[in-house]
């Protein structure tokens, strides 16, 4: 077998890029202040784009800038000047797919690495050589092919592939949907998308202003615009057999704790693929990590060839097992960590702590004192105490509440 993919991750602030990394991930995504898909993501400014790109080169990881929105025609400056005060930042690559941003940055940066980003829908290799002519290293392929397609581009195109394999799908074609500008004046292609397919709809009759009437595919509701989310763990060793170079988990704005969860099962379940790949196959505690997150019900999109999109969950809502309570910041030779409160949790409650390289224990919550070493009847978010946790317990490590074991 050549290489492995990389497995990439996506990081909405620096908090999450740093547990991207910790938690497995050789190459972490990110969005700028400017110029992204992401724009309610917190983001990054220049000072941490520049602590990211120390972290990443300290690590040999390689970090990515979004510049992938279709730019107005005033924009341009803006842009440009925006590329010159990242050109000294020495990024691993930026992800594009406006030509005229292509153009712009090759102009202003041109020892930069370029990727297409999934928003130009690629869908086959003579489009992939057109933007290789242009310049791009590495392409993300339209999420509406399927594997056979996938295989026949990598067999007629040397540039470097890249596939989403989990998270959120959009109804839209390669994500260019117009219901956010049309509704809300916010454009879904400007990073500002306010999701109008996940919305409860109902029907008024023209001559009837005021008047509603329930739209309902079944008992629970109507959610006919809603897409389940990808899940491609299982097809796992046929991405890596068709050559596919980098593995991309969608999520910049999804939580620290989706970020830790999601990237440790990939990197577990990617590592053993290479281990050996003639006995791997999908363990079931990786699948129910991935439960524990928020999610939708998981699909494998298009990847199989079916004609039927998955465009109807069994419901419009999200599923999540686990609550992410804390995180450990230090541990004492004697056991006792230090843990910041995320949600709140109480003395004598069963938690799991999860940890890279999918490390986990279970363990009741005893005594858990303020810094003062008062003991405490409840741990609120952002509280800084201590408590004791289970052995091998690590500064970066997270605690989670089962939600089915919630009084």
Do not use: I, M
């Given at each position: 077998m050549t290489s492995p993919p990389e497995l990439l991750a996506p990081a909405g602030n620096l908090e999450k890029l740093e547990t991207a990394l910790l938690y497995g991930a050789d190459a972490v995504y990110v969005g700028?202040?400017?110029?992204?898909?992401?724009?309610?993501?917190?983001?990054?400014?220049?000072?941490q784009l520049a602590r990211a790109r120390d972290l990443t080169r300290r690590l040999n990881r390689r970090l990515y800038l979004t510049l992938n929105?279709?730019?107005a025609p005033g924009e341009m400056d803006a842009c440009a000047d925006y590329v010159e005060r990242l050109r000294d930042l020495e990024l691993d690559a930026y992800i594009v797919a406006d030509p005229g941003v292509l153009a712009l940055v090759r102009a202003i940066d041109p020892e930069r690495?370029?990727?297409l980003s999934t928003q130009a829908n690629t869908t086959n290799a003579e489009a992939i050589r057109f933007w290789a002519a242009a310049g791009v290293k590495r392409v993300n392929l339209a999420r509406e092919l399927s594997l056979e397609e996938i295989r026949a581009v990598r067999k007629t195109t040397e540039a470097e592939l890249e596939v989403f394999v989990h998270g959120a799908m959009c109804v839209a074609y390669s994500g260019r949907c117009l219901l956010s500008a049309a509704l809300t004046g916010r454009g879904a292609n400007r990073g500002l998308c306010t999701q109008p397919c996940r919305w409860s709809y109902a029907l008024m009759e023209k001559t009837r202003p005021g008047r509603y009437f329930s739209l309902e595919q079944d008992e629970r509701g109507s959610?006919?615009?809603?897409?389940?989310?990808?899940?491609l763990l299982d097809q796992l060793p046929l991405l890596v057999e068709a050559g596919i170079d980098s593995l991309k988990i969608e999520g910049r704005m999804k939580s620290r704790y989706y970020v830790a969860a999601v990237t440790r099962v990939y990197r577990e379940a990617l590592d053993r693929y290479v281990e050996n790949p003639h006995v791997w196959r999908p363990l079931a505690d990786w699948r129910r990590e991935l439960e524990s997150v928020s999610h939708r019900p998981y699909g494998t999109g298009f990847f199989l060839g079916r004609d039927e999109p998955q465009l109807q969950p069994?419901?419009?809502g999200y599923i999540r097992h686990c609550d992410f309570v804390g995180e450990v910041v230090?541990?004492?030779k004697d056991g006792r960590g230090e843990v910041v409160g995320r949600n709140r949790?109480?003395?004598g409650e069963v938690l799991e702590l999860i940890g890279p390289g999918m490390r986990q224990a279970r363990f009741e919550v005893r005594k858990p004192a303020a810094g003062d070493g008062s003991s405490l009847s409840v741990v609120q978010p952002n509280a800084r105490v201590w408590l004791p946790?289970?052995?091998?317990a690590r500064a970066g490590d997270l605690l989670r509440r089962n939600r089915s074991e919630e009084a």
């Open positions: 700028g202040e400017q110029f992204g898909l992401r724009a309610q993501a917190d983001n990054f400014t220049l000072e929105a279709y730019l690495e370029l990727h959610y006919l615009l809603n897409s389940r989310d990808l899940c069994e419901d419009g230090e541990v004492e949790f109480f003395p946790l289970p052995p091998g």
